[in-house]
């Protein structure tokens, strides 16, 4: 145990002695400031998590190997969520004039954005709120989690369960069919 907490430690450590190196190696890898912020914090956690198996001597390395494979990670799930996003950002829009000349709407029809509403409604109360404090406003996980007074953790389980339920839903599976097609 006792070799544990000196890595974990460590790890704690080395996490704020690299923070702005690691945070400029994930812009240059993301870019895109609030994918930084999160970035940063889910490498925090992972090392922190996998601290048992870092040795003293590559600390620094290691940390950067664990940046890197989050900010991957991050990138594919971008990729895989992007119609769910831009779906559920789009069916958050009024139909006002305004709102209109913003370049969204017309990538999503009115049926398709009743179709999110309705899948948004079905979701938790935290989930909804997380999902559409994210999406819509924009948040990081961060701030969120502490507007909410929730561990952070917390915040990223509910956001990606959220996005799991809506994907399983078929008014969502439905928009996602309409626009391959």
């Not at 502490?146 to 956001?159: D, H």
Request: glycine residues 4%; proline residues 2%; positive net charge.
């Amino acid at each position: 145990m006792d070799h544990d907490a000196e890595n974990r430690k460590l790890v704690e450590q080395a996490c704020v002695e690299f923070e702005r190196d690691l945070r400029a190696f994930l812009s240059g890898m993301l870019r895109d400031v609030h994918l930084v912020d999160d970035a940063f914090q889910r490498t925090v956690v992972q090392a922190i998590e996998a601290s048992s198996q870092v040795k003293p001597a590559t600390v620094r390395g290691w940390l950067f190997r664990v940046a890197l494979n989050v900010a991957r990670e991050l990138k594919r799930g971008r990729t895989r969520q992007g119609k769910l996003h831009k779906a559920v950002w789009e069916s958050m829009l009024s139909q006002s004039p305004a709102d209109m000349a913003d370049g969204f709407s017309h990538l999503v029809s009115g049926e398709d954005k009743r179709a999110i509403q309705r899948a948004l409604a079905r979701l938790s109360d935290d989930y909804r709120e997380v999902v559409v404090r994210r999406i819509q406003r924009g948040q990081t996980f961060a701030v969120i989690a502490k507007e909410m007074n929730k561990p952070l953790g917390t915040v990223l389980t509910w956001m990606r369960r959220a996005l799991a339920e809506l994907r399983e839903m078929e008014e969502v599976r439905q928009v996602g069919d309409q626009e391959s097609t």
